[in-house]
Every structure is written in structure tokens, then in C-alpha cells.
T-cell receptor, first 114, second 116 residues
């Protein structure tokens, strides 16, 4: 069974540009959530999508957005990139209804903003 | 207040020995879940173990066990018979309000180094 797949794994952008990251969840999983990991702030929740609807949102500016498609694949977009957006962006999927609701993470997309 | 506190930035353990990684949490929600994840240098977050707030027994998964002390709000991870491959960052996390929401609060992590 394939795990959570994130693309691209690494990317470099310059300030002011925008970026789109993609996440393919485990087959059958309908919930996808996104996290940002930085050395200074640690792991922070960005947002969660379920059945193409955003269910939860963390405390991030509107430059951070996302969406989910009918096949549960999700994308997140960051517009007008800032140096502080350099981070590892992790995607997690889960099969709601499980007793543990455990989250399976991908390997992440490492974004560097110059 | 921090929802998850991990007070050990780094820990060393001899191969084949047991090690305990500390985690305390803060919540007023009676329904919550506690997780431990391992993050090797590759970046992937690997699920290790889960404890629900209403679970009567401490969770165990192979060499991993969770020492859940509800009154003290602690959820320490115990790794038995440490292996070199256990060297990684370990994160404690909490989800509030049952299994519906997938918003995890993470601690700052503990870097475990296993010494041969």
C-alpha cells in the first residue's frame, strides 16, 4: 500500500514568488492536513481538508491556502513568499472513523525562499 | 500555555538499553488523544504509538510503550532494547476533541542518539 506522497521534495523560490505543493494521501483516506515545520516555531498546523472542504485552519495569514480534489489529493499554495516561509511542509492523511484516527505523514516538501 | 511540553532537547542511550522520553500536556478537554512520532533525518514523521484519554491501559506497540499518567498529565514514551536505527527526533503530540479533528499540537521534540 502506497504511503502519503508529496511533491516536489525540494524547491527553491525567491521572495515575492508563489509556490504550490501537492499531496496524495493513502488510498481511501479522505482527510488531508498540512503542517509547517521550522527550527524556530517547530511543527504548526496549517489546515485540514475533508471531502473537498476545509474543516480546520491554523493561525497563518491568508497567503497560505489550500484545496482538496474529489480524489482526495490536496494542494497548498503560498503566495508572495517571504524568507520566513522557508520550511519543511508536511502533509498527513487519515481514515476518519478509525479508533485512533492516526495520521500518516509524507516525507515533506522542503521549501527554501531566497 | 504550551499544550505539549518536552523538556529534554537531547538524550543519549546505550544500544540495547531502555530509554524514557518525557512529555507533559495541558488541556481542559476531557476527550483527547496523545501521539508519539519519530522523525529521522529524511524528514518523514513516522507514527509510533497512540493513547486515548479514555483508554484504561497504557498503549504498547512492539518495543514502544506509553507511560500514561492522566492525573499528572504526562505521556512518556519508553523505548526498550534501543537500536542504532532509533536515533532520530521524537515528537509528542496531542489532538483534542475526539477523532473528528485532525489538528495536532506538537512538542518541540527530543533528539535521541543511540550509542553503540
Amino acid at each position: 500500500k502506497a504511503g502519503v506522497t508529496q511533491t516536489p521534495r525540494y524547491l527553491i523560490k525567491t521572495r515575492g514568488q508563489q509556490v504550490t505543493l501537492s499531496c496524495s494521501p493513502i488510498s481511501g483516506h479522505r482527510s488531508v492536513s498540512w503542517y509547517q515545520q521550522t527550527p524556530g516555531q517547530g511543527l504548526q498546523f496549517l489546515f485540514e481538508y475533508f471531502s473537498e472542504t476545509q474543516r480546520n485552519k491554523g493561525n497563518f495569514p491568508g497567503r497560505f491556502s489550500g484545496r482538496q480534489f474529489s480524489n482526495s489529493r490536496s494542494e497548498m499554495n503560498v503566495s508572495t513568499l517571504e524568507l520566513g516561509d522557508s520550511a519543511l511542509y508536511l502533509c498527513a492523511s487519515s481514515l476518519l472513523g478509525q479508533s485512533t484516527g492516526e495520521l500518516f505523514f509524507g516525507e515533506g516538501s522542503r521549501l527554501t525562499v531566497l | 500555555a504550551q499544550k505539549i511540553t518536552q523538556t529534554q532537547p537531547g538524550m543519549f542511550v546505550q544500544e540495547k538499553e531502555a530509554v524514557t522520553l518525557d512529555c507533559t500536556y495541558d488541556t481542559s478537554d476531557p476527550s483527547y488523544g496523545l501521539f508519539w512520532y519519530k522523525q529521522p533525518s529524511s524528514g518523514e514523521m513516522i507514527f509510533l504509538i497512540y493513547q486515548g484519554s479514555y483508554d484504561q491501559q497504557n498503549a504498547t506497540e512492539g518495543r514502544y510503550s506509553l507511560n500514561f499518567q492522566k492525573a499528572r498529565k504526562s505521556a512518556n514514551l519508553v523505548i526498550s532494547a534501543s537500536q542504532l536505527g532509533d536515533s532520530a527526533m521524537y515528537f509528542c503530540a496531542m489532538r483534542e476533541g475526539g477523532t473528528g479533528a485532525n489538528n495536532l499540537f506538537f512538542g518541540t521534540g527530543t533528539r535521541l542518539t543511540v550509542i553503540p
